[in-house]
């Protein structure tokens, strides 16, 4: 059983930037796709970054392109959301996901081919 338990959620104004990690557990993180998923009140969960399990290949939805980063440490079974430019429409439950997909190229981004989901961190943009 792989295990994500975020951090890095927060309050932040218009423009501010957060970091969010996500440490993984019970199992190494190298055959699995990871990725960060949000979900707004409301609103259906959605993509926002995934990467390989090489990390070689990454997705951003178009709403966050060019302001958010994703990265991994393999070493450390630690996935990162680097959030910069963050707007109100940003502010949601951020949830860590982890998809098994082997050595591929694969990032599995879609909410119903993730296999393990983190508990969720609060990300709330406002002035």
């Known amino acids: 059983q792989l295990q994500l338990v975020e951090s890095g959620g927060g309050l932040v104004q218009p423009g501010g930037s957060l970091r969010l990690s996500c440490a993984a557990s019970?199992?190494?993180?190298?055959?699995?796709?990871v990725g960060w998923f949000r979900q707004a009140p409301g609103k259906e969960r959605e993509a926002v970054s995934c990467?390989?399990?090489?990390?070689?290949?990454?997705n951003y939805a178009d709403s966050v392109k060019g302001r958010f980063t994703i990265s991994r440490d393999n070493a450390k079974r630690t996935v990162y959301l680097q959030m910069n430019s963050l707007k109100p429409g940003d502010t949601a439950v951020y949830y860590c996901?982890?998809?098994?997909?082997?050595?591929?190229?694969?990032?599995?981004?879609?909410?119903?081919?993730?296999?393990?989901w983190g508990q969720g961190t609060q990300v709330t943009v406002s002035s």
């Open positions: 996901a982890a998809s098994w997909s082997g050595q591929t190229t694969q990032t599995k981004c879609i909410v119903g081919l993730v296999n393990y």
């Open positions: 019970g199992f190494p993180t190298d055959y699995y796709a």
């Open positions: 990467m390989s399990s090489s990390g070689g290949v990454t």
